[in-house]
């Protein structure tokens, strides 16, 4: 039996008999605490003290900073301290085209949903994420908020909707060395491309964005659907670099993270990446194209894909595998291209159960949605 009112709810319990719970936004004492749930919870390979170091590092990035993550939790309220659930909530900027058009608009990406495992199946994640929700659609004045779970239908059930969250990836193929890729390249290029250094990511976000709107405005969208896409600021990208760079320590002992993507000046299109050294993955975190012209488009993929591959390469051993969400036609046609001249097969998924993709639209409104695209970027 629960009760609940308002903030708070009360559960009872086996051991502890009824136990009151509030929610609200964490204090400072409560966020370290909130950062130890989270790392109990998803990160259980590293040692504590070091997860919470690297959560206040990231705490400082721009994305984060001054109410940017914002952090939400259920505590006892007799020890307030004591962090029984917790989530976070980090701002997403997102355009929006629908009836009324095509706007910018700051949105939220909930994430690191989590229960202490004593507390679990007392709806107490339930109570967290809709009192949340009752936040973004009021204060926060949220268009809409987007998640990305592992167990999509407990917030199906809380008014959200799975939204289709397909990938393609490759493992390195055995026997194909750096220097071999770097020769092929440098022997059959018609294109030139170069690495980009993380000074430069800035910058070509900037170029991105500057060209989205044009493309959302020409999408051709079924009527009656809303179309919703997170936009590459440069912010979002640098949380990347900083996971990155956080990980390089642990596993690498801080090897510099030099080139975070790749570019084709002439063919207008680029990819960056992000060394997710815990997976052992290199994801491609944004493929931007050369819009309006698909055959140039690809014919740069594939070098850049080259690049990419170096890249992985390069991590000797630690990232085995490159993953690419939501692909278009481009990327698989530069994939088979690639898979042909050196001899790998692609993966292609949809990612049930793992990172899938969600949506609440303000108040739970019902609306057909197209998330486009639905890459890596816009997820923390
Ligand atoms: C998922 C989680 C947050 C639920 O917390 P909770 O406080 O027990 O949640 P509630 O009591 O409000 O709801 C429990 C419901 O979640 C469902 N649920 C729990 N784990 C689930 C899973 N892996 N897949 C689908 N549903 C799941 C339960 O079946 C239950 O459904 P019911 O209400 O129909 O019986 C908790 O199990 C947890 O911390 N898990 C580990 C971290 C995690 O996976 N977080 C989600 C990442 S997006």
């Not at 690297?54 to 962090?83: F, M, S, V």
């Not at 640098?238 to 510099?256: F, H, I, P, V």
Request: glycine share 6%; net charge negative; with cysteine.
């Amino acid at each position: 039996m629960t009760s609940d009112q308002d903030d708070r709810i009360t559960i009872n319990t086996p051991n502890d008999g009824p136990i009151e719970v509030v929610f609200g936004e964490s204090s400072p004492e409560q966020q370290v605490e909130c950062f130890k749930q989270a790392g109990r919870t998803f990160v259980r390979s590293a040692p504590e003290d070091l997860w919470v170091a690297a959560e206040e590092q990231l705490a400082q990035l721009p994305l984060l900073r001054a109410k940017g993550c914002r952090h939400w939790c259920l505590y006892r309220a007799d020890t307030p301290n004591e962090i029984i659930s917790s989530l976070r909530t980090i701002r997403r900027e997102v355009l929006i085209r629908d009836s009324q058009g095509v706007r910018q608009e700051t949105g939220y990406d909930i994430c690191m949903v989590a229960t202490d495992a004593k507390y679990h199946g007392h709806g107490l994640a339930s109570f967290l994420t809709r009192k949340v929700g009752e936040w973004a659609d009021g204060p926060g004045a949220a268009p809409v908020t987007t998640l990305y779970t592992s167990v999509g239908p407990f917030y199906v059930k809380l008014g959200w909707d799975l939204l289709p969250a397909p990938q393609v990836s490759f493992e390195l193929p055995l026997g194909v060395s750096r220097d071999a890729l770097q020769r092929k390249r440098e022997k059959g290029q018609s294109l030139q491309t170069r690495l980009v250094g993380p000074d430069e990511m800035p910058d070509l976000c900037n170029r991105d964005i500057s060209q989205l709107r044009s493309q959302v405005e020409a999408y051709d969208l079924t009527p009656n659907t809303s179309l919703v896409r997170t936009l590459p600021i440069p912010e979002q990208l640098e949380w990347y670099q900083e996971m990155a760079k956080l990980q390089s320590l642990n596993w690498c002992d801080g090897r510099e993270v030099k080139a975070v993507g790749a570019v084709c000046e002439e063919a207008n299109t680029w990819i960056l990446w992000y060394q997710d050294l815990s997976r052992k993955e290199l994801k491609i975190t944004r493929v931007k194209p050369g819009y309006g012209n698909p055959d140039l488009t690809k014919q740069a993929l594939v070098q850049l894909l080259v690049r990419a591959m170096e890249e992985a390469l390069s991590w000797e051993g630690l990232l085995a595998k490159i993953v690419i969400w939501d692909p278009s036609s481009e990327v698989h046609g530069a994939l088979q291209v690639l898979g042909k001249e050196l001899g790998f097969t692609t993966k292609s998924e949809m990612r049930d159960g793992v990172n899938q993709t969600s949506i609440r639209w303000a108040n739970a409104e019902n609306r057909q949605t197209i998330f486009w695209p639905n890459e890596y970027y816009a997820c923390n």
